[in-house]
């Protein structure tokens, strides 16, 4: 499991979060919008092996949790995942 953690948002939706596999890896992007009720994320990877990689992600409030696509920037490849809040 890896762990993500979102700390924060400001009223501009910016996002304070962090994601470690498993070191943290730094976001250059990480915000936050809401369409009609749909509250939508998205998140840009700056580091090694991940440069442009991004996720975005729906909350899901029926399960209480993210789910979406990953893009894997280098391979160009996508991936369906969520993330689980942890209780």
Do not use: C
Request: aromatic share 14%.
């Amino acid at each position: 499991m890896t762990p993500s953690v979102v700390r924060s948002v400001d009223t501009s939706g910016k996002l304070q979060a962090s994601y470690a596999n498993p070191t943290p890896l730094p976001f250059s992007k990480a915000e936050v919008s809401r369409d009609g009720k749909t509250i939508k994320l998205f998140f840009e990877l700056r580091a090694a092996g991940y440069n442009g990689s991004t996720y975005t992600l729906t909350y899901d409030a029926a399960g209480d949790r993210l789910v979406g696509v990953y893009f894997q920037a280098v391979q160009r490849r996508e991936f369906e995942v969520f993330f689980q809040r942890a209780k």
